[in-house]
């Protein structure tokens, strides 16, 4: 018998208003809806930690019960990360003593629709499946092609590379499935570059000079940390997404957000 219900994940997602949160997050609320349930779990898994030697603790059984969920409610995939030799395993890269923890989780209406939308085409076989599910979360084969190609933060050039967003350039929604993985369709950000790249907030000139949108103010532009003098070097593959984002997404989805 499973430990962790869908059924209880899906409780505990609906507490959520927003579509972003952290997997300690959805953790804690765990903790504080299903006690009994979670004192189970702790009985079995005991709460892990550095040099324990045990990596599979309780709260990273619970991220694992949350990302296999993602067949019936899509959300991000627990990342593994490799350990320092002297721990002798992989680890996974939630522990509660984790406190720069940015792991995070998305359970939009949007993303659940194009994940299911690829588990059910019978056309496609499993192993494409699971390629084109991670890179419409900014993972697996699509993010380390972007890691290879840009190395760090693509306008800021920032490496720390655990905290860049794999981003389409031209939206999942409106790629076919070629499109979807080309490397060329993708920029790694930080996160707030990301999220205004997302919203049409910000888009880049063929020359890669970035295009700040009318409907961010200044005080906003000094907080998220974005100028004017911003650039990004673009290859020519880069262009038909890129016109595509000025044409489609610049200022007309961050006029309807």
Known sequence: MKLIEPKIIDDILNEFESYKFTTQEFIK???????????????????G?????????????IAKSL????GLNPVSFVNYIKAPKSWGNSVIALWECNPNNIETVRASAS????????????????????????????????????IAYWGGCAVTGCEEIQALVASHIKPWSECNNEERLDTFNGFLLTPNLDRLFDKGIITFSKSGKIIISSFISSESKMALCVNSKMTINLS??????????????????AKNT
Request: positive net charge.
């Open 29 to 47: 609320i765990f903790k504080q809806k299903k006690p009994r349930v979670y004192k189970r779990i702790t009985n079995e898994y005991g709460l």
């Open 49 to 61: 930690g550095k040099g324990t030697g045990n990596y599979y603790s309780s709260n990273v059984h």
């Open 67 to 70: 990302s296999n969920h993602s």
């Open 111 to 146: 993303l659940r629709g194009d994940i299911s939308e690829i588990i059910n085409n019978s056309q496609i076989n499993n192993t494409d499946k699971e390629t084109l599910v991670l890179s419409r979360i900014g993972q697996g084969k699509f993010r380390n092609n972007l």
């Open 236 to 253: 020519k593959e880069h262009q038909y997404f890129l016109e595509y984002h000025r044409d489609y997404i610049f200022e007309t989805k």
